[in-house]
Structure formats: C-alpha cells, structure tokens
C-alpha cells in the first residue's frame, strides 16, 4: 500500500470512479487519500459513501497537498479546468490526464514543470479489466511512471506507448470493447437461432471470449496458432471460420480499427 501518496482527481464520471474502484478495492492506496472534486453535490455523495473516499463539489481545499492530480473531465471542459487548478498545484505534483484528445503539449503548457503522464484507458477499467496506455512528458521520470503504473494497474494492465501511438490505441483497445459487444451480440443471436435460450447463449458467448482473451494472454502462441489448433480439417471450426472470411469479417475489424484512429486524429486537432 502506497500511503505516502495523496491523489486528487478533477471529474466524478465513470473511468474516474473505475480507477477509484481499483485503487480502494486492492488497497493501493488508503481511501482517506483520495480526493475528488465533482460539480454534481449528489454524485459526490454516492462517491463518498460507496468507496470512502472525500469527494466534494471544487478541489481548492486539497489541490496544494496532493502527489499525483487526476484530469479526469470531458474534452470539453478540459481547457477550463486546467485553467482553475493550474495555479493550486504544489511544486512537483505529477498530472495524470486521461482526457481524450488531450496532448502532452497541451497538459505541459498548462503545467508548466509539472510532470505529465497521458494515458488512454478502456472502460473494462469499471470491473478491473481495463487497458490503459500511456506516454510520458517532459518531466516525468522514473518516480512518476511508477505512479501511474500503480494508479492505472490498480483496475487492469498497463503498456508504455509513444504519445503518437495512442491514436491507434484509441482505436484499438479504446473503441475495442464495443466491437467485442457486437460480435457477442451477433453470436448470441446465432445461438438463438440454432436453439439455445437466450441466457444460456449469452453465457457461453461471454465465457468464451473471455476464456480465448485468458488464453492470448497467459500463452506463448498467436492468437493465429491457437485458432489453427482447435480447427480440424473439414471440422465444425473449420466450416464456421470459411463463413467468416467470406463475410470479410477479419477486414472488416481491420476497418474499424483504422477508422477509428483516424477519427481520434481528427478529434486531436480540433
């Protein structure tokens, strides 16, 4: 447990509380040490009273004894909120943004000095499997990427990226869960249709692609290798996959990747 750090995030919504969840949950971080600043009264009240932590509507009161500030705000009241919390900042405290379309350029001239840690999490964040990557700024050193590790770790698995490679993270693990949920939803229908009820294809839908992510993950092999291994010639994964290539499905997902990369650079430079 790191009790020598004090974290104070600015935004209330669902990836703040995700990262709030992972941290209390393993107990990285004392709850007592977490501070949130939340415009909506009501919402601060859940925060408080699910994780026990202090939340509160503006930050001014823990801003200048913090380690590590969480930007944790829609894009579009990122420039605002920097602008109030810029100048409440102690010396040294590391900026962890997780604004999307947010740069490093941007955090670092609004806190010039400071540390500055971007990151792109997932929202499988919510139920300790997210993703996050994440680039360093100027200033951030050895002792700050330790602290986002363990910020970011606390709720799933971290990657060290370059801050132009996060576009292509957006697009991938970013925007991914929602391609993972509507090929779920295509096979539970499948299922359907050959005769399942509706819960029980669900359940074997879900636990598949999570025993095939579990599978990726602790292995050695390719994901290439391990379809090759469970496909027998002239087998019933063989017939299913020869559906699929005909339907360009792999391209398809290849697509969507792309497009939504392209669409976070977009995003960036507006």
Request: hydrophobic share 50%; aromatic share 2%.
């Amino acid at each position: 447990m790191r009790d020598d750090i004090q974290i104070g995030i600015i935004g209330g919504g669902a990836m703040a509380e995700a990262l709030i969840a992972g941290l209390t949950t393993r107990g990285s971080v004392p709850a007592s040490h977490i501070s949130v600043s939340e415009h909506k009264a009501v919402r601060c009240d859940v925060l408080t009273q699910r994780y026990g932590i202090h939340a509160q509507v503006g930050a001014e009161s823990f801003l200048p004894r913090i380690d590590v500030f969480i930007l944790a705000v829609k894009p579009a009241a990122a420039a605002a909120a920097m602008q109030e919390t810029a100048h409440l900042l102690k010396e040294g405290a590391l900026v962890l943004s997780i604004v999307a379309g947010l740069t490093i350029a941007e955090i670092e001239a609004a806190y010039p000095a400071h540390p500055v840690v971007r990151a792109m999490p997932n929202t499988p964040l919510a139920v300790g499997a997210g993703m996050s990557a994440y680039a360093c700024g100027t200033h951030a050193g050895a002792a700050e990427l330790a602290a986002a590790e363990m910020i970011l770790g606390a709720a799933g698995r971290t990657v060290a990226v370059h801050e132009g490679d996060l576009d292509a993270v957006t697009g991938l693990s970013g925007s991914g869960p929602a391609y993972a949920f509507l090929m779920m939803e295509a096979l539970i229908e499948g299922g359907v249709a050959a005769g399942l009820r509706r819960e029980t294809a669900a359940m074997l839908t879900a636990q598949t692609l999570l025993g095939a992510a579990e599978m990726v993950l602790s292995a050695r092999s390719s994901p290439a290798d391990l379809r090759a291994a469970v496909t027998s010639p002239a087998g019933t994964t063989a017939a299913g996959l020869r559906v699929m290539e005909r339907a360009g499905v792999r391209s398809a997902l290849i697509e969507a990747v792309l497009a939504a990369a392209e669409r976070s650079k977009e995003l960036g430079r507006k």
